[in-house]
């Protein structure tokens, strides 16, 4: 399901939802959504890899940077077996709660 910044916001408070930025390493640098619980990048050789090791009960938001990256993560989650996946749309560029930098 596609969800807003709002809903978003929500979601981060809540412990029952995973947050995946699947941006580049470059991208995370330059800014997150304070709360991300995972990066992992979706041009990654192992990125297949790397979502088959997550657990298929948990609920996930994943997001990148306009939306379009994170809806082609979770076509291929639920192709996965994943059932519990929000994409943040419009991306970080239309989160308006606290960006984080390290």
């Not at 990148?64 to 749309?89: D, V």
Request: with cysteine; charged share 30%.
């Amino acid at each position: 399901s596609n969800i807003n910044a709002e809903e978003m916001i929500t979601m981060l408070a809540d412990t029952e939802y995973v947050i995946i930025d699947v941006r580049t390493p470059g991208e995370w640098k330059a800014g997150y959504i304070h709360g991300t619980d995972k990066f992992i990048d979706i041009n990654s050789e192992d990125f297949e890899d790397q979502i088959l090791g997550l657990d298929k009960t948990k609920n996930y938001v994943i997001y990148c940077r306009s939306g379009n990256r994170s809806s082609k993560a979770c076509e291929l989650m639920s192709r996965k077996g994943f059932s519990k996946l929000h994409n943040l749309s419009g991306g970080i560029n239309k989160y308006t709660g606290e960006i984080k930098k390290d």
